[in-house]
């Protein structure tokens, strides 16, 4: 695809960085950003709108984004990583622009997911078990209690949980790990790496 044909159709403040022609066609583009630049940014306003509550707000960040990508565009490159350096960046951007507003990320206000784990919690804090189990994780510190609920008792893949809590896939294998072991100790539970053999395994 040409430059210009990525310029045609839908008005740019609706896709894309937001800018007018005349401001986007200056910077000269190289193909491989331009690929990547479409390739990306649905994905990328996707994940600030949901953070920011707003089409607006997300298009404002992930046009400074862009810039940023496109003035690092050689070392991120080179570095062999694109496309984890440049969620970085994006991740980067969202937290500081949140954080200089002062506010939580609007799905944790209002979102449908907010909405999920506040409910996930308040059924689990009325529940009773004879194990203890819904209690226990209607105790877990809050993260863990995030990736807990959203990984196993809603289902959502490792990659989904890592999109709306803002945070890596490892972070939230670490945060999984953590918590199932709170729960584990919390229900007096065996650890798993000490299982006992069933009947008939071994002699």
């Given at each position: 695809?040409?430059?210009?044909?990525?310029?045609?159709?839908?008005?740019?403040?609706?896709?894309?960085?937001?800018?007018?022609?005349?401001?986007?066609?200056?910077?000269?583009?190289?193909?491989d950003?331009?690929?990547?630049y479409?390739?990306?940014?649905?994905?990328?306003?996707?994940?600030?709108e949901?953070?920011?509550?707003t089409?607006?707000?997300?298009?404002?960040?992930?046009?400074?984004?862009?810039?940023?990508?496109?003035?690092?565009?050689t070392?991120?490159?080179?570095?062999?990583?694109?496309e984890?350096?440049?969620w970085?960046?994006?991740?980067?951007?969202?937290?500081?622009?949140l954080?200089?507003?002062?506010r939580?990320?609007?799905f944790?206000i209002?979102?449908?997911?907010?909405?999920?784990?506040?409910?996930?919690?308040?059924?689990?804090?009325?529940?009773?078990?004879t194990?203890?189990?819904?209690?226990?994780?209607?105790?877990?510190?809050?993260r863990?209690?995030e990736?807990?609920?959203?990984?196993y008792l809603?289902?959502?893949?490792?990659?989904?949980?890592?999109w709306f809590?803002?945070?890596?896939?490892?972070?939230?294998?670490?945060?999984?790990r953590r918590?199932?072991?709170?729960l584990r100790?919390?229900?007096?539970?065996?650890?798993?790496r000490?299982?006992?053999k069933k009947?008939?395994?071994?002699?």
């Amino acid at each position: 695809m040409s430059h210009d044909d990525a310029l045609e159709g839908d008005p740019p403040s609706e896709y894309g960085l937001g800018l007018s022609q005349s401001m986007f066609v200056p910077l000269d583009l190289p193909l491989d950003f331009e690929a990547f630049y479409l390739g990306h940014q649905t994905a990328f306003h996707a994940y600030a709108e949901v953070h920011f509550g707003t089409r607006a707000a997300a298009e404002e960040v992930i046009h400074e984004v862009f810039l940023e990508i496109h003035a690092g565009w050689t070392e991120l490159l080179s570095a062999g990583n694109l496309e984890q350096g440049a969620w970085a960046i994006v991740r980067r951007a969202v937290h500081d622009r949140l954080e200089l507003e002062g506010r939580a990320p609007a799905f944790v206000i209002n979102g449908p997911i907010a909405q999920a784990l506040a409910a996930t919690r308040d059924k689990l804090q009325k529940m009773e078990s004879t194990s203890g189990l819904y209690e226990a994780i209607a105790e877990l510190p809050n993260r863990q209690f995030e990736v807990i609920v959203l990984r196993y008792l809603l289902g959502y893949p490792t990659t989904k949980v890592a999109w709306f809590v803002g945070i890596d896939e490892r972070t939230v294998g670490h945060h999984l790990r953590r918590g199932k072991e709170r729960l584990r100790i919390k229900l007096g539970l065996p650890d798993d790496r000490k299982k006992p053999k069933k009947k008939g395994e071994g002699t």
